[in-house]
């Protein structure tokens, strides 16, 4: 359930920990930090998120082979239960048009959006999925995940 204030903590983190051995990344602090330069053949450096302003809030840049004029977006699971983060805002927060492009390029840079359920501080794993909806057809396919540490927007 997503608060539309501050009543307290709301436990998220606490009821979902990260399994033990569970591969992960962690957001990256600054714009600059890169661990290493994407890499149009290795597929994990695709997608990378950044911590924003304050915990919960998210940027993100996603990379792309060649794809047809649309729209990027994302979705978000708790990574073991596989319970849907703020599914909707986050779908708008972080949906951008897209041209077609015929190789790999930048498609996504700077953008934002926020993981509500949880608290500052309390960890837990989310699958990030990036989809693309295509402008002619209105189909949707899922172009890759990644799994993140993360941490909810305490209002």
Same mark, same amino acid.
């Given at each position: 359930?997503?608060?539309?204030? #501050?009543?307290?903590?709301?436990?998220?983190?606490?009821? &979902?920990?990260? =399994?033990?051995?569970?591969?992960? #990344?962690? =957001?990256?602090?600054?714009?600059?930090?890169?661990?290493?330069?994407?890499?149009?053949?290795? *597929?994990?450096?695709?997608?990378?998120?950044?911590?924003?302003?304050?915990?919960?809030?998210?940027?993100?840049?996603?990379?792309? =082979?060649?794809?047809?004029?649309?729209?990027?977006?994302?979705?978000?699971?708790?990574?073991?239960?596989?319970? =849907?983060?703020?599914?909707?805002?986050?779908?708008?927060?972080?949906?951008?048009?897209?041209?077609?492009?015929?190789?790999?390029?930048?498609?996504?840079?700077? *953008? #934002?959006?926020?993981?509500?359920?949880?608290?500052?501080?309390?960890?837990?794993?989310?699958?990030?999925?990036?989809? &693309?909806?295509?402008?002619?057809?209105?189909?949707?396919?899922?172009?890759?995940?990644?799994?993140?540490?993360?941490?909810?927007?305490?209002?």
């Amino acid at each position: 359930m997503e608060r539309a204030f #501050n009543p307290g903590p709301d436990n998220f983190g606490k009821e &979902h920990p990260i =399994p033990t051995g569970m591969d992960y #990344n962690i =957001p990256l602090e600054e714009r600059e930090e890169l661990p290493c330069p994407v890499d149009s053949t290795i *597929q994990n450096t695709w997608l990378q998120i950044w911590n924003d302003f304050q915990g919960g809030m998210y940027t993100y840049d996603f990379h792309y =082979p060649a794809i047809e004029e649309g729209e990027i977006f994302l979705r978000c699971y708790e990574a073991t239960k596989n319970k =849907p983060l703020s599914s909707e805002r986050i779908a708008k927060a972080s949906k951008v048009a897209v041209p077609s492009t015929t190789s790999f390029s930048k498609l996504v840079e700077g *953008q #934002n959006f926020t993981i509500y359920p949880g608290d500052w501080g309390d960890y837990y794993a989310a699958r990030i999925e990036v989809w &693309h909806r295509d402008a002619k057809t209105g189909k949707e396919r899922k172009l890759m995940e990644k799994v993140y540490r993360v941490e909810g927007w305490q209002r």
